[in-house]
């Protein structure tokens, strides 16, 4: 078998391994997923509403979480928890730029005109706590070519002490488990950052503001089972990887 045929027979034994063990989280992404669309939807398709430079500068960066997402839920399925990381990563610059527009609006015209915002300044600006930098940081040793990043791909093979090179997607219910938590976490800051600034012009009704607080309390449902599981200590995510 050609390696591109190998490929992609992996990726599909890998997605048919996720929708199966993960169907309600994968259900809870995709309806995430689709009512931040709809509310991007309301307020980008506005042609009457004159916006300020921050709304812009907003609707740019959020079409481009937006995209990041769909890509993102399509290589979690497939088995891509690297590329997840990575992607994952930056999605989460992208998310608190927003968060760093929306505290200093004063910042948007030089962004605006090629000014960089360098993360760091961001993070130490909106005073991120050390659990989500440190999240942060494990999900920039996916993205830069160091060590901890490039062994992902050896696998230890118990019995036989052996190091095999990982060239295929191989599912993994803890990791895909993870990646999936940390996804749904990003989609609701996503859309409830959205919502919030754009309400002012109307779009929306109490019906969206009511599908935000429920998709609240499906997160934090999930997140503490994830936790749960976490504290056992026999779910771990990446052990099939080399370390």
């Known amino acids: 078998m050609e390696y591109t045929q190998l490929f992609l027979s992996h990726e599909k034994k890998c997605e048919r391994d996720t ?10 992404t995709e309806n995430l997923l689709n009512f931040y669309y709809s509310i991007y ?3 980008s398709e506005d042609s009457e509403t004159d916006l300020t430079l921050l709304d812009l500068a907003l609707l740019i960066i959020h079409t481009r979480i937006l995209k990041g997402f769909s890509c993102l839920f399509g290589l979690l399925k497939r088995g891509h928890y690297c590329e997840c990381q990575s992607l994952q ?3 989460f610059e992208l998310i608190y730029l927003c968060e760093y527009l ?6 948007v015209d030089n962004w605006w005109h090629g000014e960089e915002i360098k993360h760091r300044h961001v993070a130490n600006d909106l005073e991120l706590d050390e659990p ?3 999240m942060y940081g494990s999900m920039c040793d996916f993205t830069h070519p160091n060590i901890k990043g490039a062994r992902s791909n050896l696998v230890l093979e118990p019995s036989s002490r052996q190091i095999f090179f990982r060239c295929n997607p191989v599912f993994h219910l803890a990791t895909a488990h993870g990646l999936l938590i940390q996804q749904i976490s990003f989609l609701y800051i996503s859309t409830r950052q959205l919502f919030y600034h754009f309400e002012k012009y109307n779009h929306f009704n109490s019906d969206d503001e009511q599908t935000i607080q429920n998709f609240y309390g499906e997160w934090q449902k999930e997140r503490v089972e994830w936790e749960n599981l976490m504290s056992e200590g026999d779910y771990d995510m990446f052990p099939i990887f080399f370390k």
Not at 20 to 26: A, I, N, P
Not at 102 to 107: D, F, Q, V
């Open 89 to 91: 990563r930056d999605l």
């Open 132 to 134: 989500i930098r440190k």
């Open 19 to 28: 929708i199966s063990s993960l169907k309600t989280q994968l259900e809870l």
């Open 41 to 43: 939807k309301k307020q």
């Open 102 to 107: 929306l505290k200093n609006p004063e910042k």
